[in-house]
Protein backbone atom coordinates (compact mmCIF):
# COMPACT_ATOMS: atom_id res chain seq x y z
CA UNK A 1 0.00 0.00 0.00
CA UNK A 2 1.51 3.22 -0.78
CA UNK A 3 1.59 6.56 1.74
CA UNK A 4 -1.06 8.80 1.16
CA UNK A 5 1.08 12.43 1.66
CA UNK A 6 -1.25 14.96 3.30
CA UNK A 7 -2.79 18.09 1.74
CA UNK A 8 -0.59 19.82 3.97
CA UNK A 9 2.59 18.90 2.49
CA UNK A 10 1.92 18.71 -0.86
CA UNK A 11 1.08 22.09 -0.66
CA UNK A 12 4.62 23.34 0.93
CA UNK A 13 6.25 20.99 -1.07
CA UNK A 14 4.68 22.44 -4.51
CA UNK A 15 5.22 26.24 -3.39
CA UNK A 16 8.91 25.60 -2.62
CA UNK A 17 9.11 23.80 -5.56
CA UNK A 18 8.13 26.37 -7.65
CA UNK A 19 9.44 29.63 -4.87
CA UNK A 20 12.10 32.45 -5.82
CA UNK A 21 15.31 31.91 -4.18
CA UNK A 22 16.78 35.47 -3.52
CA UNK A 23 20.65 34.87 -3.35
CA UNK A 24 21.03 38.50 -1.75
CA UNK A 25 18.57 38.05 1.18
CA UNK A 26 18.91 34.32 1.32
CA UNK A 27 15.35 33.76 1.02
CA UNK A 28 12.36 31.64 -0.87
CA UNK A 29 10.05 33.49 -2.00
CA UNK A 30 6.18 32.70 -3.19
CA UNK A 31 5.41 33.29 -6.48
CA UNK A 32 2.36 31.27 -6.75
CA UNK A 33 -1.46 32.27 -6.23
CA UNK A 34 -3.66 30.22 -3.96
CA UNK A 35 -5.88 29.16 -6.33
CA UNK A 36 -2.34 27.38 -8.34
CA UNK A 37 -2.15 25.70 -5.10
CA UNK A 38 -5.31 24.67 -4.59
CA UNK A 39 -5.52 23.10 -8.20
CA UNK A 40 -2.33 21.10 -7.54
CA UNK A 41 -3.30 19.55 -5.03
CA UNK A 42 -6.77 19.03 -6.19
CA UNK A 43 -5.27 17.73 -8.86
CA UNK A 44 -2.79 15.23 -6.73
CA UNK A 45 -5.75 13.99 -4.41
CA UNK A 46 -8.04 12.17 -7.07
CA UNK A 47 -10.76 10.84 -4.64
CA UNK A 48 -10.79 12.84 -1.93
CA UNK A 49 -12.46 16.58 -1.39
CA UNK A 50 -9.99 19.13 -0.46
CA UNK A 51 -10.09 20.30 2.53
CA UNK A 52 -8.81 24.11 2.46
CA UNK A 53 -8.11 24.15 6.27
CA UNK A 54 -5.03 22.42 5.93
CA UNK A 55 -3.52 24.26 2.62
CA UNK A 56 -1.38 27.19 3.61
CA UNK A 57 -3.35 29.66 1.31
CA UNK A 58 -0.63 32.43 1.32
CA UNK A 59 -0.17 35.34 -1.36
CA UNK A 60 2.37 35.64 -3.58
CA UNK A 61 5.31 37.28 -2.44
CA UNK A 62 5.35 36.45 0.72
CA UNK A 63 8.64 34.91 2.32
CA UNK A 64 8.63 31.30 2.74
CA UNK A 65 11.75 30.49 4.75
CA UNK A 66 14.79 32.94 5.27
CA UNK A 67 18.18 32.78 7.69
CA UNK A 68 16.34 35.17 10.52
CA UNK A 69 13.61 32.54 11.14
CA UNK A 70 11.00 34.82 10.19
CA UNK A 71 9.47 32.94 7.09
CA UNK A 72 5.94 31.48 7.18
CA UNK A 73 6.69 28.05 6.80
CA UNK A 74 9.37 28.57 10.47
Known amino acids: M???RSQTSLARSFMFENA???R????????LM???VIGHVSGC???D?????QIPLLEKGTVLSDTR?????Q
Open 20 to 22: FWD
Open 45 to 47: VAG
Open 69 to 73: GQGAF
Open 34 to 36: PEE
Open 2 to 4: VHK
Open 24 to 31: QRSESVNC
Open 49 to 53: CVDLS
